[in-house]
């Protein structure tokens, strides 16, 4: 099984894409969830059972194996892993009015996953706030390295999130990675259209007068790795398996290599290797 063989990889290129940067590195974009924080990790176990009951409550959803639009919703989302919550949920009203059904305000549904998804998240902001939880084992293990890499080589970092600014700051500060980034944390915001990570990388590129090969971006969702590499920049795909804190989740891995990750890392444990390939 393909999916063994890859255990313990420390790191995947290929033929197809350059391997490495076409200049040396000099401004990062991370995305955050699943990238370097963990502490959301299971969502995907969230939205998709809710999203799915919702699409399945639907005159031609009734009509399709459940196991079906289970398949459907779980596409989508992983497809739009790392744009703003809102959207996924646009996505969603839209596909409910495709199947005959009347939607919800988009937002309601947001509401309603992020009410769900704190329920589960809980008890890690609330030990990680109290000091019982080391924040250590709610990152993607070697984020800490990878950073002061990053730092060591003077590149500026630059993290840009789906999720809710506040939320992103406040877990940021939890993780104790906020230092790293300075006043450059981007997350999604109430008024949606005014935040999009390809917005973030575009200001990058433009306030900075740099070209797109000296960005490099970190990503575990389909958009940030697309925003990289469709700005010139080189994109590192990180497929870790969040459950496990080891090893890769394939499905992601799959996606990340459509989506054209230059390189995929199962994590950032090998860092030594990495910063040979970046720099
Ligand atoms: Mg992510």
């Known amino acids: 099984m393909p999916g063994k063989r890859r255990v313990g990889i420390l790191m ?10 076409e200049k040396t590195p000099r401004y990062a974009v991370l995305d955050f969830d699943g ?19 919702e699409l399945y409550n639907t005159p031609r959803g009734r009509e399709m194996p459940y196991e079906e639009v289970e398949l459907i919703c779980r596409e989508f989302i992983t497809r739009t892993t790392g744009i703003q919550t809102i959207y996924q949920c646009i ?38 706030e109290n000091g019982s ?17 990053l730092l060591s080589h003077g590149v500026t970092l630059y993290l840009a999130s789906g999720t809710d600014e506040e939320h992103v700051k406040n877990e940021a500060r ?3 990675v906020d230092r790293f980034f300075g006043p450059h944390i981007y997350g999604a915001q109430r008024e949606y259209r005014t935040f999009s990570k390809k917005l973030v990388i575009e200001r990058i590129l433009t306030r900075n007068n740099i070209s797109g090969a000296e960005l490099i ?22 497929a870790t398996n ?8 394939e499905w992601k891995r799959e996606r990340l290599i459509s989506a054209g990750a230059n390189i995929i890392v199962p994590d950032f444990r090998n860092i030594g290797a990495l910063e040979a390939q970046l720099f």
Not at 12 to 21: L, M, T
Not at 134 to 148: F, H, K, Q
């Open 133 to 149: 939880i080391d924040p250590e084992t709610l990152t993607v293990p070697g984020s800490y390295a990878l950073l002061e890499m």
């Open 12 to 21: 995947e290129v290929f033929n197809d894409r350059a391997s490495r940067p």
């Open 242 to 249: 969040e459950h496990d804190r080891m090893g890769v989740d």
């Open 35 to 53: 990238t370097i924080s963990l502490i959301r990790e299971g969502w995907q176990q969230i939205m998709t059972p809710y999203f799915t009951d």
């Open 91 to 128: 996505r969603l009203a839209e596909l409910i009015t495709e199947y005959g059904g009347t939607p919800q305000d988009p937002q309601a549904y947001k509401d309603e996953y992020s009410r769900r998804l704190l329920k589960k998240i809980d008890d890690r902001l609330n030990g990680l």
């Open 217 to 238: 971006g970190f990503g575990d969702g389909y958009v940030e790795i697309e925003n990289v590499r469709e700005a010139g920049g080189f994109a590192i795909g990180a």
């Open 174 to 176: 939890l993780l104790r």
